[in-house]
């Protein structure tokens, strides 16, 4: 009598769960990047002034620049919902004489050489700060150079302004065969459980007929 040859499988409950869990696995890989809407916000709030308030304020102080940042996007728009084509630029002022920022104090910007990239909306009213700090963000095409001068001045509640200074703003970007595409938000690698778990479900089901 021949000997029979064993067949591994895997326990019926068990390959059960494991074809649940794939499933979940992968619906949770492919839903967000559909369901999830990218939300930001392009440039901080006015700054209130009211000129009557002009003469019985003292003078805002000088300004001094303590940072730029600029973030470019992961890929050129149109986006899928991570906000993986969104590009940032942060401003960080200082008073000049160190003093810690007052929170009636606002920065006036203006673009005096060069061009906004697309990415950035300026606008010329005066502007909110956080401690000092303005963030902008946009769609962003990170194969795109960006080069332009920023004047920025300290605007006080009475819309009185201090001296101006000017900020340089560039990068490089990345070069078009730099940018990167698809879903940046969920890597593809989280599907690879799902489908080991449906490559083990599939074999076994094969097994059994």
């Known amino acids: 009598m ?11 409950p068990l390959g059960k769960r494991l074809l649940a869990i794939a499933v979940a696995v992968l619906a949770s890989s492919a839903w967000p990047a559909a369901a999830l809407a990218c939300k930001i916000k392009p440039y901080p709030d006015q700054f209130s002034v009211d000129p009557t308030l002009a003469a019985s304020l003292p003078a805002p102080p000088a300004l001094s620049l303590g940072d730029v940042s600029v973030q470019r996007s992961q890929h050129a728009p149109p986006g899928n919902g991570d906000c993986a084509e969104v590009g940032s630029l942060t401003l960080q002022f200082l008073q000049a004489d160190g003093s810690v920022w007052p929170p009636d104090l606002g920065v006036r910007l203006a673009v005096v050489r060069g061009v906004l990239p697309q ?4 606008p010329s009213y005066p502007l909110l700060t956080t401690q000092g700090a303005l963030y ?3 769609g962003d095409d990170p194969s795109q150079s960006i080069d332009f001068t920023l004047e920025a001045a300290a605007v006080n509640a009475g819309g009185v302004e201090s001296a101006p200074i000017e ?3 560039s990068d490089a970007g990345r070069g078009s065969g730099c940018a990167i595409g698809g879903r940046a938000g969920r890597p593809d690698i989280v599907a690879l459980p799902g489908l080991v ?6 074999a076994r089901a094969r097994r059994r007929q």
Do not use: K
């Open 197 to 202: 778990l449906c490559g083990l479900a599939l």
């Open 119 to 122: 990415a950035f909306t300026i």
């Open 136 to 138: 902008f963000a946009g």
């Open 167 to 169: 900020i340089h703003v």
């Open 2 to 12: 021949r000997p029979g040859t064993a067949t591994a499988s895997l326990p019926r």
